[in-house]
């Protein structure tokens, strides 16, 4: 199986930055697709932004400018540089990584970012 681990969650001020990793371990055949999702209070899941493992990205449109995701594909890890922080970005982040031929889907258990209004 594989198993993500999500690190770099916390509390900031509006307008303040924060970098979140996750690495993949475990029985990884081919890692495909990593991204970063989140979910508010009272909201559905939503697509932050996608990696592939060429590199091509892809952002929601509230993040564009914003944020960045990059991946270290020798360690098996993807990041999201988060900057100029509002509120509205307040949610638990999921990591996601699609594996293997059959790009199978895994999720980690999420970290808490906070921005104070």
């Known amino acids: 199986q594989v198993q993500l681990v999500e690190s770099g969650g916390g509390l900031v001020q509006f307008g303040g930055s924060l970098r979140l990793s996750c690495a993949a371990s475990?029985?990884?055949?081919?890692?495909?697709?990593m991204g970063w999702y989140r979910q508010a209070p009272g909201r559905q899941r939503e697509l932050v932004a996608t990696?592939?493992?060429?590199?091509?990205?892809n952002y929601a449109d509230s993040v564009k400018g914003r944020f960045t995701i990059s991946r270290d594909n020798a360690k098996n890890t993807v990041f999201l540089q988060m900057n100029s922080l509002k509120p509205e970005d307040t949610a638990v982040y999921y990591c996601?990584?699609?594996?293997?031929?059959?790009?199978?889907?895994?999720w980690g258990q999420g970290t808490q970012v906070t921005v104070s209004s």
């Open positions: 475990g029985s990884i055949f081919r890692l495909n697709d």
């Open positions: 990696i592939t493992s060429g590199g091509t990205t």
């Open positions: 996601n990584a699609k594996v293997g031929a059959l790009y199978q889907d895994y």
